[in-house]
Nanobody, 127 residues
Framework: QVQLVESGGGLVQVGASLRLSCAASGRTFSWYTMGWFRQAPGKEREFVAALSSSGSSTYYADSVKGRFAISRDNAKNTVHLQMNSLKPEDTAVYYC????????????????????WGQGTQVTVSS
């Protein structure tokens, strides 16, 4: 079972940037698509971004497209989420997740497509 540990969350003002990181254990990190999800208070967990195993394909939620960027370093077993131009509606707990496939597919944008999750890191954007 892979372990995923997120870091980098915090309290920032509107328009600021944050970079989240997720460190994965094990030797199979480079085999799988990795994703980021978020959950705001009183709301369901929602998809944010995903990156294929090789890093060649990305997929973003419309709400973050153009502001967020997902990247990975397979040599270091890490995946990052660069978040720019943050808005109050970006406030949530952000979760790193490992998909059940190497590429992007119909399940990439849904929680059902992922089998391992981190504990989450809080991002709060203050106006």
């Amino acid at each position: 079972q892979v372990q995923l540990v997120e870091s980098g969350g915090g309290l920032v003002q509107v328009g600021a940037s944050l970079r989240l990181s997720c460190a994965a254990s094990g030797r199979t990190f480079s085999w799988y698509t990795m994703g980021w999800f978020r959950q705001a208070p009183g709301k369901e967990r929602e998809f944010v971004a995903a990156l294929s195993s090789s890093g060649s394909s990305t997929y973003y939620a419309d709400s973050v497209k153009g502001r967020f960027a997902i990247s990975r370093d397979n040599a270091k077993n890490t995946v990052h989420l660069q978040m720019n131009s943050l808005k109050p509606e970006d406030t949530a707990v952000y979760y790193c997740a490992r998909a059940q496939s190497s590429g992007l597919n119909w399940a990439t944008g849904t929680a059902n497509g992922y089998d391992s999750w981190g504990q989450g890191t809080q991002v709060t954007v203050s106006s």
